[in-house]
């Protein structure tokens, strides 16, 4: 398998094709973005820990029969994976109330959310991701009834099985950003999962460890990412 050209560049990732026309190279790189990619910084080790973060919890996932579009974890920044056809749609489940919902809503920081809620946006920079609902998504015909019920209940599997992670390792998953893709016709989960896609706080203190660290101007983005990787046991 080899990389050839590059199919996209992100905001924070690239991705490149391979000969192989079913895989891709998923390159994580060190900038963050914040504000629709108007804030964009770059932190030493940040594609090395979320590229080793999302290996392995991509690798959790699918033991516990999720299936996501992880092959092989390739280099230090580098990860093999499906060529999926993308469904423009963020998948979010909110276990306690943080970020756009406490702005929408004028709630308190971390109040519990039972059960927790669902929310969908459209992947829409020029709109800059705008919340829609199951019947914009029939409207449209931006994924169809049946794949994005599929998704809602992987993404609530999903959580389940974090949850279980990350309350080990004495954290709590405030919320967290899932996409999907088709391949050969099947709902797998796609991109990635890191502390640039959800929100993890200590359990004791409720220190943010997640990218809210950047979004807020707080210190330790670093430290804090690698400090998750570590309690999750990313590097052993
Ligand atoms: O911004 P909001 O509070 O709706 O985000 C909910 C969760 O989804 C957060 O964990 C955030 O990091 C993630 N998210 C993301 N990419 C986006 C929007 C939200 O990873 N474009």
Redesign the pocket.
């Given at each position: 398998m080899k990389k050839t050209s590059e199919m996209y560049r992100g905001k924070t990732k690239t991705v490149y094709f391979t000969d192989n026309p079913n895989l891709l190279i998923l390159e994580f790189r060190n900038e963050i973005s914040a504000l629709d990619g108007k804030h964009i910084e770059t932190f030493e080790r940040k594609g090395l820990i979320n590229n080793n973060f999302n290996y392995l919890i991509m690798k959790k996932l699918m033991k516990s029969g999720i299936p996501t579009h992880m092959e092989q974890l390739l280099s230090d920044n580098q990860s093999l994976v499906k060529k999926l056809t993308m469904i423009p749609i963020?998948c979010?489940i909110?276990n306690r109330a943080?970020?756009?919902?406490i702005?929408r809503l004028g709630i308190i920081e971390g109040v519990l959310l039972n059960p927790p809620i669902f929310?969908i946006?459209l992947?829409n920079d020029l709109q800059h991701?705008p919340m829609i609902n199951e019947s914009y998504c029939e409207t449209f015909g931006w994924v169809s009834k049946e794949n994005l019920s599929n998704m809602k209940q992987l993404t609530y599997k999903a959580n389940k099985i974090l949850n279980n992670i990350f309350d080990n390792a004495g954290l709590i998953l405030?919320?967290?950003?899932l996409e999907f893709g088709l391949f050969n016709g099947q709902v797998i989960l796609g991109d990635e999962f890191s502390p640039?896609?959800?929100?993890l706080w200590d359990k004791k203190t409720k220190y943010k460890l997640?990218?809210?660290r950047f979004r807020y101007g707080l210190n330790n983005l670093i430290k804090s990412y690698e400090e998750v990787a570590n309690r999750i046991g990313v590097f052993i």
């Open positions: 963020e979010i909110r943080a970020g756009s919902l702005n929310d946006f992947k991701d405030v919320d967290f950003k640039d896609s959800s929100r997640d990218k809210d």
